[in-house]
């Protein structure tokens, strides 16, 4: 079974194949997400295929499996729930690649250097975003991005970070952008996100008394994207609180769970310094 995949992939290694780069073209050209879906779509397909003619090797078929039949459904579904996982976290590195590749090309073809914030966010990237507590303090939490959107008119800074934020964002007139993206500079732009929860080293979330999930814990080893939005609601969260954007690697053994790359957390921390120094 383990060698299903594998074979049904070989071929993309042939010579002179390549990964397609949908950010071929202008520089200007938005990153079509239907060609990455279509790709990963395709090599699913080719893995299901290749799994449905296992059971008819040697004239083998579900009838004559008998007591195996249970072990050998069990293991195709093992292979395709991993694979299912790992369709999400590579696409999340593919279009990492490919927009880093098309901020190349545009800035070097303005003969100016390469913008480090990756000038533009889009729906599925990740960002650190700065809460203010009610005593003052402020933490940082980590969000991937569900859906982009931009005000029409003016957005009040004091009201769009307050404790009645995403009420007064969600009173706005505003138009989304699910491929184009917003600027990391447009005061206007806000975000619907999905919070990824601190786990400890065996993966467990860690929640205050009450079950509410809980930020910059010293044992953090790693970064949780549940299909929900744990103890909290799906609210927008405004440009005015992003800190910047970060690139999250999959963990090596646990499921839908990210680690935050030193060079990113360094980032954040000093974003984060740099905030509270401002408030004082």
């Known amino acids: 079974m383990a060698d299903v995949y594998a074979s049904c992939m070989a071929g993309l290694d042939e010579a002179g194949q390549k990964e397609n780069d949908p950010t071929e073209g202008s520089p200007e050209e938005t990153i079509d997400q239907t060609v990455i879906h279509a790709q990963d779509a395709a090599d699913a397909d080719a893995v299901i295929s290749a799994l449905m003619r296992v059971d008819s090797v040697g004239g083998h078929d579900h009838a004559e499996l008998g007591d195996d039949r249970a072990a050998v459904l069990e293991e195709v579904s093992n292979l395709l729930r991993d694979f299912n996982q790992s369709i999400q976290e590579e696409a999340k590195d593919r279009k990492y690649r490919f927009h880093v590749k098309r901020l190349i090309k545009g800035h070097s073809r303005g003969l100016d250097s390469v913008d480090e914030d990756l ?22 939490a980590l969000g991937n991005v569900e859906a982009v959107a931009v005000a029409r008119g003016n957005v009040d800074e004091k009201r769009a970070v307050g404790s009645g934020s995403g009420s007064y964002l969600a009173s706005l007139d505003a138009d989304e952008r699910p491929l184009k993206g917003v600027h990391v500079d447009d005061p206007k732009a806000m975000f619907l996100l999905r919070w990824y929860q601190e786990v400890d080293a065996d993966g467990t979330v860690f929640k205050d008394t009450n079950g509410t999930e809980t930020y910059q814990n010293r044992g953090c080893k790693g970064y949780y994207l549940p299909l929900d939005n744990g103890s909290y609601a799906f609210e927008w969260t405004s440009m005015h609180q992003v800190m910047t954007a970060v690139h999250l690697k999959p963990h090596s053994s646990k499921s839908r769970t990210f680690t935050l790359p030193a060079g990113d957390k360094k980032t954040v921390n000093e974003a984060l310094r740099s905030a509270v120094a401002a408030a004082y």
Request: hydrophobic share 45%; no cysteine; charged share 30%.
């Open 119 to 140: 000038d533009f966010i889009t729906d599925d990237d990740d960002i650190a975003v700065l809460f203010t507590l009610g005593d003052g303090s402020k933490v940082w």
